[in-house]
C-alpha cells in the first residue's frame, strides 16, 4: 500500500481549479505502529500547560491507559474526564458534563476514541477557544479530520461548526485491536460517499450549487483506498487497516477544504441520521453511525436505481400541489418533538414549495445528458451489500432493527433535516416516494 504523504495537505494554501483557495489547519497525522509513544515529543514542540485528557469507559482500556502512561513518563500534569455511559450520546446532557469536567484553565484537550468523543471534543475545544488532539482507538468513521460536529440538540441530528483536531493519531496497533464491527463501520463510511458525489454532482446540475473537481477527486481516493483493502481489513492486516484510516481522515481532509460536510454527506446520512433520531426517541439500540450508513447505502443505490429506470421510461409530469398544512402535520407525526426545527427550515427556504419543485423539474428536463452520466457512474446497490457482506456487516434495514414505517418514513422526510439537494429531494419532485418505498419494502421487509 502506497502510504499517503500527509504534508501535501496540511498546513498549506491550495489554489484549485475550482477558483478557491483550499485549507486544513491539522499540524500532523500520525498513522503508524506505536504512533501513541510519539504524543510527548509532539506537545514538546508547544507550550501546552494544562492538558485534559477525555474517554469513556471502553477507549479508556483500548487506549486511555496508555496515553496516560506516556504523559506521565514525560512528566507532564493532566486531568481526566471520564464517560461511564454504554452508549454515549452526542446530546445536551454529554456536552453539559465535558463543559463542566474541562477544566477553566485547560489549553488542550486530548480526545481519546472515535465517533461520539472526537465530536463531542471538537465542540467543546472549538467554543472554548483551545486546541484539541484525537487518538483515535478504532477505523470507525470519517469524521476524525472534519471541521463539523453532528451533535443531536432538542432531539434533532444537527451539524455544528467546530475546527479539527490539531494532531492525529492513529495507533496501528490500537486501530487492529478494534472490535470488527467498527472497522466495518468505517467501511460502511466511506462506501456512503459514493451517494454523497452523486448528490453533490446533481445539486451542481439542478441548483447551480458549488462543486469542487479536485476534492470529488479526492473524496474518490479514499473510496478506493478503503474498498480495495477492506477484504484485508476484515482479517486484521495492518497495512489494510491502515489504508482503512487513511482512506476515513482524507474524507474528513474533503469536508475541511470545503467548510461543510457536503463532500462526505449527503441521502444515505440522512436516512441515517432520522434512523438514529428514532432509535434514540423510542430508547432502542443504537447502531454504529457507519453501520447505518453502510445500509443507508444500499437502500439509496438502490433508490437511484429506480430512479434511472424512471427517468428511462419517462417521467411524470403531474405535479401534486404541496401543502403546507398537510406537510407540517406529517412531519409532527414523523419526528415528534424534534419536529419544530424541521418546519421552522422549510418556512426559511421553502424548498417543497410548488415554484420550486417545477424549475428543479425544468432543470431537470434540460439535462439529461449530465444527468445520465451521474447515474451510470454509481456502483449497483448489489456491489456495495456485497463489500458490507465480506466484513460480516449488515446491508439492509432490517437486520439493524429499522423498523419498516421508520424506513419508509425517512424515505419521505429525512430530507427535511437538511436544506441539501439530493436523491430524496427528486423523489419528491417526482413524487416517486410511494413507488420507492413499496418496492424496496418488497425487497428488503419481505
Known amino acids: 500500500m502506497e502510504k499517503t504523504d500527509w504534508k501535501a495537505y496540511l498546513q498549506k494554501e491550495i489554489e484549485c481549479s475550482c477558483g478557491r483557495t483550499h485549507f486544513c489547519d491539522i499540524e500532523e497525522i500520525l498513522i503508524e505502529?506505536?504512533?501513541?509513544?510519539?504524543?510527548?515529543?509532539?506537545?514538546?514542540?508547544?507550550?501546552?500547560?494544562?492538558?485534559?485528557?477525555?474517554?469513556?469507559?471502553?477507549?479508556?482500556?483500548?487506549?486511555?491507559?496508555?496515553?496516560?502512561?506516556?504523559?506521565?513518563?514525560?512528566?507532564?500534569?493532566?486531568?481526566?474526564?471520564?464517560?461511564?455511559?454504554?452508549?454515549?450520546?452526542?446530546?445536551?446532557?454529554?456536552?453539559?458534563?465535558?463543559?463542566?469536567?474541562?477544566?477553566?484553565?485547560?489549553?488542550?484537550?486530548?480526545?481519546?476514541?472515535?465517533?461520539?468523543?472526537?465530536?463531542?471534543?471538537?465542540?467543546?475545544?472549538?467554543?472554548?477557544?483551545?486546541?484539541?488532539?484525537?487518538?483515535?482507538?478504532?477505523?470507525?468513521?470519517?469524521?476524525?479530520?472534519?471541521?463539523?460536529?453532528?451533535?443531536?440538540?432538542?432531539?434533532?441530528?444537527?451539524?455544528?461548526?467546530?475546527?479539527?483536531?490539531?494532531?492525529?493519531?492513529?495507533?496501528?496497533?490500537?486501530?487492529?485491536?478494534?472490535?470488527?464491527?467498527?472497522?466495518?463501520?468505517?467501511?460502511?463510511?466511506?462506501?456512503?460517499?459514493?451517494?454523497?458525489?452523486?448528490?453533490?454532482?446533481?445539486?451542481?446540475?439542478?441548483?447551480?450549487?458549488?462543486?469542487?473537481?479536485e476534492v470529488t477527486a479526492l473524496v474518490r481516493k479514499s473510496i478506493e483506498k478503503v474498498t480495495e483493502n477492506?477484504?484485508?481489513?476484515?482479517?486484521?492486516?495492518?497495512?489494510?487497516?491502515?489504508?482503512?484510516?487513511?482512506?476515513?481522515?482524507?474524507?474528513?481532509?474533503?469536508?475541511?477544504?470545503?467548510g461543510n460536510s457536503r463532500p462526505a454527506s449527503g441521502s444515505e446520512h440522512h436516512m441515517?441520521?432520522?434512523?438514529?433520531?428514532?432509535?434514540?426517541?423510542?430508547?432502542?439500540?443504537?447502531?454504529?453511525?457507519?453501520?447505518?450508513?453502510?445500509?443507508?447505502?444500499?437502500?439509496?443505490l438502490r433508490l437511484y436505481e429506480i430512479l434511472k429506470e424512471k427517468k428511462n421510461m419517462g417521467l411524470s409530469q403531474q405535479v401534486s400541489a404541496f401543502s403546507y398544512k398537510k406537510w407540517a402535520e406529517e412531519i409532527e407525526e414523523a419526528y415528534g418533538p424534534a419536529a419544530p426545527e424541521v418546519l421552522k427550515l422549510e418556512q426559511e427556504v421553502g424548498k417543497n414549495a410548488d415554484n420550486e419543485v417545477l424549475r428543479r423539474r425544468s432543470v431537470w428536463e434540460e439535462k439529461q445528458e449530465e444527468i445520465g452520466s451521474v447515474l451510470e457512474n454509481l456502483p449497483s446497490a448489489k456491489t456495495v451489500a456485497q463489500i458490507l457482506k465480506s466484513m460480516g456487516a449488515p446491508s439492509s434495514p432490517a437486520e439493524i432493527q429499522v423498523s419498516l414505517e421508520t424506513f419508509k418514513k425517512g424515505i419521505y422526510f429525512a430530507k427535511d433535516l437538511r436544506n441539501r439537494f439530493g436523491l430524496l429531494q427528486i423523489l419528491f419532485d417526482f413524487s416517486l416516494q410511494k413507488t420507492c418505498s413499496e418496492i424496496l419494502e418488497e425487497e428488503f421487509y419481505r
Open 33 to 213: 505502529e506505536n504512533a501513541i509513544c510519539r504524543l510527548p515529543g509532539i506537545l514538546s514542540r508547544h507550550s501546552y500547560k494544562k492538558l485534559c485528557v477525555v474517554c469513556d469507559e471502553h477507549t479508556e482500556k483500548a487506549a486511555g491507559f496508555r496515553v496516560y502512561e506516556e504523559l506521565t513518563k514525560a512528566g507532564y500534569n493532566f486531568s481526566k474526564v471520564l464517560y461511564h455511559e454504554p452508549e454515549l450520546v452526542p446530546d445536551e446532557q454529554a456536552l453539559i458534563y465535558l463543559f463542566t469536567q474541562v477544566p477553566q484553565d485547560c489549553d488542550l484537550i486530548i480526545a481519546v476514541g472515535s465517533g461520539t468523543i472526537n465530536d463531542l471534543c471538537r465542540y467543546v475545544s472549538y467554543k472554548m477557544k483551545i486546541d484539541y488532539y484525537v487518538v483515535g482507538t478504532a477505523p470507525s468513521m470519517d469524521g476524525y479530520a472534519s471541521n463539523v460536529s453532528p451533535l443531536i440538540i432538542r432531539h434533532l441530528k444537527t451539524t455544528y461548526t467546530a475546527r479539527p483536531a490539531r494532531v492525529i493519531i492513529g495507533d496501528l496497533q490500537v486501530l487492529c485491536e478494534a472490535p470488527m464491527h467498527m472497522l466495518a463501520a468505517g467501511v460502511g463510511d466511506i462506501i456512503g460517499k459514493y451517494v454523497c458525489l452523486a448528490d453533490w454532482q446533481l445539486a451542481h446540475e439542478i441548483n447551480e450549487e458549488y462543486l469542487c473537481p
Open 230 to 258: 477492506a477484504e484485508a481489513a476484515a482479517k486484521r492486516e495492518k497495512n489494510a487497516v491502515a489504508a482503512l484510516m487513511e482512506g476515513l481522515v482524507l474524507s474528513g481532509i474533503a469536508m475541511s477544504y470545503i
Open 272 to 300: 441515517s441520521h432520522y434512523w438514529e433520531m428514532m432509535f434514540l426517541l423510542r430508547h432502542q439500540s443504537d447502531p454504529l453511525h457507519g453501520t447505518k450508513v453502510g445500509v443507508a447505502t444500499v437502500a439509496a
